[in-house]
């Protein structure tokens, strides 16, 4: 692999690992709101973070990087 695609790959990989981190606070947001034990919003929050995070690595990342 050259210079130039290990570096895309790279930046890709940051990329989806932000993205995924977000929508998984989001998720924790709006869970707060509803749910007064915290560590069941914090939960679900990190399942869907590790579930994007999975997503993106079969299906954006394969491809493009």
Known sequence: MNQTKSKMHTLYFLIALYISIYIGNIVLDITD???QNIWIPRIL????C????????KYWL???A
Do not use: D
């Open 33 to 35: 709101n509803f749910i």
């Open 62 to 64: 394969s491809k493009y």
């Open 50 to 57: 590790a579930i994007m995070g999975l997503l993106f690595q």
């Open 45 to 48: 929050g990190t399942i869907t």
